[in-house]
């Protein structure tokens, strides 16, 4: 009697163990099963999380690890897959993009402004041409020029020769991007005062 007792308590035993062990490594797989935390839960049809909360979020996940590599949520798709959709339009405050079509921060709009200058010879020849060009691997944003002398007589009486620019011509590289400009002045009236062009271009980082 006692070994009999003994025996069927340890089929029960193994078969507790045997389907205890499988209640445990089939949870939370497939729909309907719980989800568990900290093991991999698969499903093959939509989980939703629906209510009304009024005073805050509907679900909170909070990482509080210090590892450099620690992170609050982590969303995988396969390649050419979006990570994820919404349904509004709203602005989300401190939510930072890294790229944005494709493209980072420092690619997109106008970066790394700089101008450049450069002068003509200063005296009475006319016309005057000069050129500048941007730095290399950057374009050409806007332009602009300034001339200077040009006047005779003297102070208070010295009056400004009728100078004025009548060309303006970028200069494209070989993707047709403008990466300079020439400029081209001359006297309307005559005059024996030496005068010059300054030309100014304004250059950003090539897109």
Avoid at 33 to 60: E, H, T, Y
Avoid at 118 to 138: I, L, M, R, W, Y
Wanted: some cysteine; aromatic content about 4%; hydrophobic content about 40%.
């Amino acid at each position: 009697m006692g070994r009999t007792a003994s025996m069927v308590f340890g089929l029960a035993l193994v078969l507790a163990l045997l389907f205890g062990i499988a209640s445990i490594a089939l949870a939370g797989t497939g729909a309907g099963a719980p989800f568990n935390l900290g093991q991999i839960n698969r499903v093959d049809r939509l989980s939703g999380l629906v209510g009304r909360v009024g005073n805050g979020a509907s679900l909170l996940i909070d990482n509080n690890s210090a590892s450099s590599r620690a992170t609050a949520l982590s969303l995988r798709v396969e390649p050419g897959r979006a990570p994820m959709r919404v349904n509004s339009s709203t602005r989300v405050n401190r939510l930072n993009a890294d790229r944005l079509d494709g493209k980072s921060a420092s690619q997109i709009g106008v970066n790394g402004l700089q101008r450049v200058a450069a002068t003509s010879e200063d005296n009475s020849n006319s016309p005057k041409q000069q050129s500048v060009e941007c730095p290399q691997g950057t374009v050409l944003v806007d332009s602009g020029y300034d001339m200077s002398g040009g006047k005779s007589g003297t102070f208070p009486n010295d009056g400004h020769s009728d100078l004025v620019v009548d060309v303006i011509l970028p200069t494209l590289n070989s993707n047709g991007l403008p990466t300079g400009v020439l400029m081209e002045a001359y006297e309307i009236s005559p005059t024996t005062a030496p005068w010059n062009i300054t030309v100014y271009g304004v250059c950003a980082r090539a897109p």
